[in-house]
């Protein structure tokens, strides 16, 4: 694996109005180079959480995230540098990742001066991350500043910048839930080519599960910071296991990217982190919730090609998919 991820205890605590919210707990995975997993769940859940830690952007507050071997937590100097080269994000809105007073030529010219590329190299580099991204006449670009540009042609200008120190592992937070509906397909269309053009290793962040299926050949579904399902994507969405996974799969009946939600069949949404249920985090909204859920955190457990964390899976040798409530 190229990534490894283990939080036990208190990892990721976030400060809330007046305690510790444990925005990541119980959690471990790793992730193959070349790997593009989903990190799915609803709005507060800990995935954005967890993509910046991945990124050591976000500090933990215990186990451990170890990228190629190196524990993120004890890079310091030239290797955090070097690490921060070949790790980046997308962030989700482009109007809030770039300087408004910067143009796009300085914009993209950035990182290049921050990585110590001589000037000479950086417009044939600008102008070749451009159209890594497939931002038509990229050159009448490089003079304009981001409002006159759109929000799907500011989204490419924001990957070409995270690729254009050619990084291996990339971060990309919901990055087209701001873009109007009518271009979201086109920049997923890039991501993915990209992603596989470089063999990068992607995380990608959303809510929306046809926007995963459409990317991520993994997904890992989150709910209030534990890991609830992870497997193979398309799998998931055929036969969703976890009861958490199976409502998210029954709002979107027709997976598109292009298609708008249907509520989940599960009521109300997550309770406060603050104060979240005792046992299973997901009981208070589950319909197969029984006595054992409020006592006991359930573990997740290998049952065919998935990993669930659910009682109803317990048994020995967990049920076969197909075969259980
Ligand atoms: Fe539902 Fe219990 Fe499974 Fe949690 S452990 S998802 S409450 S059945």
Redesign the pocket.
Known sequence: AQLHFRAGGALAAMRGKSRLIKAVDGVSFDICRGESVGLLGESGCGKTSMGRMLLKLEEATGGAVTFDGADLNTLRGEALRAFRTRAQLIFQNPFDAVNPRFTIRATLAEPLENAGVPPAEREQRIIAALELVRLPNPAEFLDRHPHQLSGGQLQRVVMARALILQPDFVVADEPVSMLDVSVRAGVLNVFRDVRDRLNLTAIYISHDLALVRYVCERTIVMYLGRI?EDGPTEDIVREPL???TRALVAAVPVPHPDQDHAPLPIGRGAPDPLNPPS??????R?????A???A?I?VPRQVGTRRV?????DEAGAAAPGKT?
């Open positions: 609830m976890h009861p958490y046992g299973c985090v997901f009981r208070d589950c319909p197969k919730a029984h054992r859920c409020a006991e359930p964390a659910c009682h109803l899976y409530a």
